[in-house]
C-alpha cells in the first residue's frame, strides 16, 4: 500500500515534469536565471564591456535615487502611461461597442482598426515621423494652426505625439477583446435590461460594462504593461528629443546602462522600474478583479 | 505505457537541446581567457567549405551599400580570407552593437570605432602598428588610438566641419568675383548675411540635431582652448573636478557669440528646433534650392547635397572667432572612425586575414575610390583616387595647407545627448548662455 502511495508520488512528479518540464526550463534559463544576474550586477561597477568588476555595494542605488533625469523620465512615463491607458481603453471600448450593433460594413471597420497593430513599432515609428514633420507641417502652411510647428519640435507636442501613436497603434488590439466581452453578453439579460429601460448610455453603464469587466480587467493590465515598457516607438518616433524632453523611463534606463556606460546604475533603475510596474500591475488586477461579476 | 516513454523520451531531448545551446558560447571562450583561443581554430565557424578563412567586418553605418560593394570586391580577389558583412540596426551605434556581441560571445573580427571607443577597448584589440598602410597615414590621425606606442585603430578617413557655402547664392547675390574666403570675422559674416537676408534668402541653416550642436559646435571650445592636446586636457580636467569656469571662459564666449549670430539668420528662427526629429536632408536641400547660403555642417552632407545638385558648386570658410582664438581661419577636421581588428576571441588566422583586409582597403584602388564614394577624404598620402566634388577638394585646400584644427574627441560617449540638450535649449530661447554654460559644467562635474 504504501509503496504504491510512493509510485503515485513518483508519477505525479514524472508528469509535472513531462508537461511543464520544458515550459519551467525555457523560463529558468531566459527569465529567472538573467534576472538573478541582473540583481547580482546591480552591486558592481560594471561598464558593460570588462571582462573583471568589483563589488561596490549599494552606491548603484544611490546614484540611481541621485540621477535626476532617470527620476524625471518616470514621472513623464507616468504621466504617459495614465494618457494612453485611459484615452486607448475608452475608444477601443467605444469602437467595439459601435462594431456590435450589427451595422453594415462592419468587418471592414473592425479590420482597419486592428491593421495599425500588425505593424511593428519601429515601422509605425517612421512611418508616424513622416507623418508628423512632413504631411502635418504642409496642413500647417495652408493654415491650420495646430501643425503651424513641427510636432516634433517641442517638448509638449512631442509627448502628444507618443500618446497620439501609441493609441493608434493599441486600440485596435483592445477593441478586439473588448468586442469578444460585448458579443458574450448573455441576449436575454440585454432583453430583460431593455424592457426595463436600460436604454443607451445607462445601457452601457450598468448593464456592458459590468458584464464585460473580464475584458476591462485585462485590456488595462496590458494597456498599463505596454505604457511602462514602451521603447520602439519613442527610439524611432523622437528618440528622447528634443532636449530629452522625451525620453521615457525604458529609454533612459537604456541610455544609461549602454551609452553612458554605466551599466550597473542603468541595471538598478531598472530593477526600481521593474518593482514600481509590479506592484501598479498586481494592484490594478486586484481593484478590477473585485469589479468583475457573473451574468 | 509505450506512448508515455515516448513522451518522455522527448522531452529529454528538448531538455538536452536547450542545454547544449545554452552552453556552446561558453565554448567559445569569451574574453575570459585569450590564451585558449588559438586552439579554437578547427571550428567550422572560422572556415569556409573551400578552405578560407572566415571573418565578420563590421565596416560603419554610414554606407551600407557603399560597404557591401567594397567587401563583394574585397571577396572577389582574395584566395585565403572571406569577409562577411554586418550591419547595424538604426539608431543604435557602434558601441552599443558591439557591447551586446560580446555579451553574447562573437563579436566581428574586423570593426569600426570611434577613437574613445578604441581606448575603452585596447585590452581587446590587436595591435596594429605594423600594418603597412601606417607609413602613408596622415600625420595626427593616429596618436588618439596610440598607447605607449602601440596603435590600435586604422584611421578609416578623414572628414572636416565647418560653415559649408553655396557659390550659386553668393554669386547671385554678391557678385561673380566675391571670394568667400575673404570673410574673416564676425562682422564681416554679419555684413554678407545682411546682404543676402535682403535678397530674400535666408543666410544660414543650423541643423538641430543633438549630435550636431553637442559634439561637433561645443567641441571646437575644447580645441579653442590652446594649441596643443596637453592644454585641452587640462582644460577638461577642470571640468571634471569642477573648477573649470565656463562662462567665463573667452573661448566658449567667443564660439558663442558666432552661435548667436548664426541664430539671428537662421533659416528656422521662427522655430529653431523644426527639424530636430528628422535627417540632415532638409538643410542639404535648403543648400541645393538656393533657399539658404551657408549651413554649418560637415563633408558627410556631400552626398545629401549631390542627390539634389551634383554640378553645383559648394565649399568651406571657416567658423569666424576672434583673432586670439587658435582656432581661427581654420577648419575642423576628424577621424570619424577607425578599423580595428580584434583578438580576445578571434583565431590568429582570423586576425592575420582581418589585418590583411584592413590594409587591402587602405591601399587597394578599390579601397581608395570606396573612401571618396563615401564623400570622405583620404587620410592617407597613397591614396591615388581623384576628387571631383568641391566640398571634399575644399577639406583637401585646407589639410593641405595646414589650415586645420583636431576635433576634440576624447569626450565621454553620452556628451553628445547631454551637451546637445543643453544646447538645443539655448537655441530655441528656453535658456539663456549662463544657465546653459552651468548645465554643462555639471554635467561634466559628474565624469569621472
Known amino acids: ?295 | 505505457m509505450r506512448r508515455k516513454w515516448i513522451g518522455m523520451m522527448m522531452a529529454a531531448a528538448l531538455t538536452l537541446g536547450l542545454t547544449a545551446c545554452g552552453s556552446s558560447p561558453a565554448n567559445d571562450g569569451t574574453g575570459d581567457n585569450p590564451d585558449s583561443t588559438g586552439a579554437a581554430n578547427t571550428d567550422a565557424d572560422t572556415v569556409t567549405a573551400d578552405g578560407k578563412v572566415k571573418i565578420t567586418a563590421y565596416l560603419g553605418g554610414e554606407m551600407p551599400d557603399e560597404n557591401q560593394k567594397l567587401i563583394e570586391a574585397f571577396n572577389a580577389q582574395s584566395d585565403t580570407t572571406e569577409v562577411e558583412m554586418l550591419t547595424l540596426t538604426k539608431g543604435s551605434s557602434g558601441y552599443q552593437m558591439l557591447t551586446v556581441m560580446y555579451n553574447a560571445g562573437n563579436p566581428p573580427t574586423v570593426y569600426f570605432l570611434e577613437s574613445g571607443d578604441v581606448m575603452k577597448l585596447t585590452d581587446k584589440l590587436a595591435n596594429l602598428s605594423d600594418l603597412d598602410c601606417m607609413n602613408y597615414a596622415a600625420a595626427g590621425t593616429t596618436e588618439d588610438v596610440t598607447v605607449d606606442g602601440t596603435v590600435y585603430g586604422v584611421p578609416a578617413n578623414l572628414q572636416a566641419y565647418g560653415l559649408i557655402y553655396s557659390r550659386q547664392v553668393l554669386s547671385d547675390v554678391m557678385g561673380e568675383d566675391f571670394d568667400p574666403s575673404s570673410i574673416k570675422t564676425r562682422e564681416d559674416l554679419e555684413e554678407v548675411f545682411k546682404q543676402i537676408e535682403a535678397q530674400g534668402i535666408a543666410p544660414v541653416a543650423i541643423s538641430p540635431f543633438d549630435w550636431n550642436l553637442g559634439n561637433h559646435w561645443f567641441c571646437q571650445i575644447y580645441t579653442g582652448q590652446a594649441a596643443d592636446a596637453a592644454g585641452r586636457d587640462a582644460f577638461i580636467g577642470e571640468l571634471k573636478a569642477g573648477t573649470a569656469d565656463l562662462a567665463g571662459n573667452t573661448v566658449f564666449q567667443d564660439y558663442m557669440d558666432t552661435f548667436d549670430l548664426l541664430m539671428k539668420y537662421n533659416y528656422y528662427k521662427d522655430n529653431p528646433l523644426e527639424t530636430a526629429a528628422d535627417g540632415n536632408e532638409k538643410q542639404a536641400q535648403l543648400l541645393a534650392t538656393g533657399q539658404a547660403a551657408f549651413w554649418f555642417h560637415g563633408n558627410w552632407a556631400a552626398h545629401n547635397i549631390r542627390t539634389l545638385d551634383e554640378e553645383g558648386e559648394y565649399g568651406f570658410i571657416p567658423v569666424p572667432v576672434s583673432e586670439s582664438n587658435p582656432n581661427a581661419g581654420k577648419i575642423c577636421t576628424l577621424v570619424p572612425g577607425y578599423f580595428t581588428v580584434e583578438q580576445s576571441t578571434t583565431t590568429e588566422e582570423q586576425q592575420q586575414a582581418g589585418k590583411e583586409f584592413i590594409d587591402w582597403i587602405i591601399s587597394s584602388q578599390e579601397g581608395q575610390q570606396y573612401v571618396i564614394n563615401c564623400g570622405n577624404v583620404p587620410a592617407y598620402s597613397n591614396n591615388t583616387a581623384t576628387i571631383t566634388e568641391s566640398i571634399s577638394q575644399s577639406v583637401v585646400d585646407y589639410t593641405t595647407t595646414g589650415n586645420n584644427f583636431p576635433m576634440y574627441v576624447m569626450y565621454p560617449s553620452d556628451h553628445y545627448t547631454n551637451v546637445g540638450a543643453s544646447m538645443q535649449r539655448y537655441l530655441s530661447g528656453e535658456i539663456d548662455r549662463e544657465t546653459m554654460a552651468a548645465e554643462i559644467e555639471a554635467y561634466w562635474a559628474t565624469q569621472q
Not at chain 1, 527610439?235 to 524632453?245: A, I, R
Not at chain 1, 533603475?269 to 500591475?281: M, N, P, R, T
Request: proline fraction near 2%.
Open chain 1, 1 to 295: 500500500m504504501k509503496q504504491n502511495k510512493k509510485n503515485k508520488g513518483a508519477k505525479n512528479v514524472l508528469m509535472f515534469l513531462l508537461y511543464a518540464g520544458p515550459a519551467v526550463i525555457v523560463f529558468t534559463a531566459v527569465i529567472l536565471i538573467a534576472f538573478i544576474n541582473g540583481i547580482q550586477l546591480t552591486f558592481t561597477d560594471w561598464n558593460g564591456l570588462t571582462d573583471e568588476y568589483q563589488y561596490i555595494g549599494f552606491s548603484n542605488y544611490a546614484d540611481a535615487f541621485r540621477d535626476a533625469l532617470f527620476w524625471e523620465s518616470l514621472l513623464r512615463t507616468f504621466k504617459y502611461a495614465f494618457g494612453v491607458v485611459v484615452i486607448t481603453n475608452v475608444i477601443a471600448f467605444l469602437i467595439a461597442f459601435g462594431l456590435t450593433r450589427g451595422y453594415k460594413g462592419q468587418g471592414l471597420f473592425r479590420a482597419s482598426f486592428f491593421t495599425p497593430n500588425l505593424i511593428g513599432g519601429v515601422v509605425l515609428g517612421i512611418v508616424w515621423k513622416f507623418v508628423f514633420s512632413e504631411v502635418f507641417v504642409q496642413l500647417g502652411k495652408r493654415g491650420i494652426g495646430i501643425f503651424k510647428n513641427n510636432w516634433l519640435s517641442s517638448p509638449d507636442t512631442a509627448f502628444l505625439a507618443l500618446v497620439v501613436v501609441a493609441v493608434w497603434q493599441m486600440a485596435g488590439y483592445l477593441m478586439l477583446i473588448y468586442m469578444a466581452g460585448i458579443i458574450s453578453v448573455p441576449k436575454e439579460v440585454q432583453e430583460a435590461a431593455l424592457l426595463d429601460g436600460a436604454i443607451g448610455l445607462k445601457n452601457i453603464r450598468h448593464i456592458v460594462v459590468p458584464l464585460i469587466m473580464p475584458s476591462v480587467t485585462i485590456c488595462t493590465f496590458m494597456s498599463i504593461k505596454s505604457a511602462f515598457m514602451a521603447y520602439d516607438v519613442n527610439l524611432s518616433l523622437t528618440n528622447g528629443g528634443p532636449f530629452q524632453s522625451t525620453e521615457l523611463v525604458a529609454m533612459r534606463v537604456f541610455n544609461k546602462a549602454f551609452q553612458a556606460e554605466q551599466y550597473g546604475v542603468g541595471q538598478t533603475e531598472a530593477l526600481i522600474l521593474f518593482l514600481i510596474v509590479a506592484a501598479i500591475s498586481v494592484t490594478q488586477v486586484i481593484l478590477t478583479k473585485r469589479q468583475e461579476v457573473e451574468a
